[in-house]
Nanobody, 113 residues
């Protein structure tokens, strides 16, 4: 079973940056990957996704601020988050797209002064 481990979250001031990492227990060659975020009481949002040829797509509210990237072997996905805003505060998770594996624990991002 594929295991996902997210890291890199933390507390940052508005306007700051974080780089999230997601390690996958195996290669992600041939698999689209994505970052999601899930705030309490809200539906999970697809924040960014990256195809096998590294084409990317972003949630409108993060365009120009977040950048998704990947390494196929070993499997890893990254999310560079710049110009962070308080509304970006929540738990971020990575997973395959569109057919997700079991979810990891995610990493908490808190943007606050």
């Amino acid at each position: 079973q594929v295991q996902l481990v997210e890291s890199g979250g933390g507390l940052v001031q508005p306007g700051g940056s974080l780089r999230l990492s997601c390690t996958v227990s195996g290669t992600i060659f041939g698999i689209y990957m994505a970052w999601y975020r899930h705030a309490p009481g809200k539906q999970r949002e697809l924040v960014a996704r990256i195809t096998t040829d590294r084409s990317t797509k972003y949630l409108d509210s993060v365009k120009g601020r977040f950048t998704i990237s990947r390494d196929n072997v070993p499997g890893a996905v990254y999310l560079q988050m710049d110009s962070l805003k308080p509304v970006d505060t929540t738990v971020y998770c990575c997973n395959a797209y569109p057919n997700a594996w079991s979810w990891g624990k995610g990493t908490q991002v808190t943007v606050s002064s």
